[in-house]
């Protein structure tokens, strides 16, 4: 099992940008694929962007592609999402989560994520 931390959220006005780390203790990060979700008040958790073991490939829901990047350093354990051009819609609570443990697959599918983090706060002002 990993444990995850999230860090990074905060308030911002719209059109600002904000990063997200989360980091890792427990096993090393590289041996998952690791993604991030959101939930914001009254909804669903919903995919955000998710990153292979290596780096290598990104996938990233419609709805950020070209405002967010998902990162990753495997020699500091930690993943992070840098996202850019923020709106009121992506107030939430940011999540990050691991793939099954060397899993080949990708993507992932999103229910096989697991051993969430706490969650870290974003709220974007109009």
């Known amino acids: 099992q990993v444990q995850l931390v999230e860090s990074g959220g905060g308030l911002v006005q719209a059109g600002g940008s904000l990063r997200l780390s989360c980091a890792a203790s427990g096993r090393t990060l590289s041996l998952y694929i690791v993604g991030w979700f959101r939930q914001a008040p009254g909804k669903e958790r919903e995919f955000v962007a998710a990153?292979?073991?290596?780096?290598?490939?990104?996938d990233y829901a419609d709805s950020v592609k070209g405002r967010f990047t998902i990162s990753r350093d495997n020699a500091k354990n930690t993943v992070s999402l840098q996202m850019n051009s923020l709106k009121p819609e992506d107030t939430a609570i940011y999540y990050c989560?691991?793939?099954?443990?060397?899993?080949?697959?990708?993507?992932?599918?999103?229910?096989?994520?697991?051993?969430w983090g706490q969650g870290t706060q974003v709220t974007v002002s109009s």
């Open positions: 989560a691991v793939g099954p443990m060397l899993s080949p697959r990708w993507p992932v599918a999103h229910s096989a994520y697991g051993d």
């Open positions: 990153i292979t073991r290596s780096g290598g490939l990104t």
